[in-house]
């Protein structure tokens, strides 16, 4: 059963006519053309079928932003709000990098924030980083970031304030129990590294170490029960001050930690 029918069908009626969702109760006699109604049924199929409203619509609302997003992103989540709220809390940086970077959300949302700061986008997918490009270039930071094809930090120099990633983190034995509207939909790169879902964690600890300024903050995205496996692995890579963050349902979801001075 798909959660929430009747709002999915008014965010999909509301995209085939080119009307704000929310006017669509103070319009009851809207004419439809056959063309739109065939549309929407087409659209309803295809939600019938765990397709998320945000993969048919081809967009994503993100910390207030319209971000585009295509198969080849993941979907971004509420729950990533956690980090852009963190990250906010702290100093403005000068520069910033975001790993795997899928649309583009975390680097380009936190651009639209800090106006004066600067910023690497970067990921091991060619099409993921063109959403990246195409949404910088929407929302008017294209000119303060730069994107990067690289493996984690193989292809990244210099050193930044701040570096922040959501990386793949679902376990296999996970992957297995999976909601079909993130197992059909979401590109399985973006969702797991394999076996206990921690490998990340390790290459950003140590990668962390290169190329953060001395006192610079690394922000990480975590499995809801990965909070402690994952704060040892920064206090192994030699970083500091290392607290396990809630989301809004008061589940571990991010993980600060600081290069020493």
Known sequence: AIDGPERDARLLLAHVVGMHAS???????????????????????????????SRILGTRQFWGRDFAISPDVLDPRGDTETLIAAALQGPTPNRLIDLGTGSGIIAITLLAEWPAAQG????????????????????????????????????????????????????EQEMTELAPDVARYDPHLALTPGADGLGP????????????????????????????AVAEIFAQAGLIDISILQDLDGRDRVISAYQPG
Request: with cysteine.
């Open 120 to 171: 690497v986008a970067s990921d091991i997918s060619a099409a993921c980083l063109a959403m990246t490009h195409l949404n910088a270039e929407t929302l008017e930071v294209g000119t303060r970031i730069t994107c990067v094809e690289s493996d984690w930090f193989a292809q990244i120099t210099g050193q930044f304030d701040l570096i922040l990633s959501n990386p793949p983190y679902i376990s």
């Open 23 to 53: 006017r669509m109760s103070l319009e009851p006699d809207l004419p439809i053309s056959a063309d739109q109604l065939a549309q929407f049924h087409k659209m309803l199929a295809r939600r019938a079928a765990n397709e998320p409203v």
């Open 201 to 228: 964690y390790g290459i950003l600890a140590k990668g962390a170490r290169d190329h953060l300024l001395p006192k610079g903050r690394l922000l990480t995205e975590i499995g809801w029960k990965q909070g402690d």
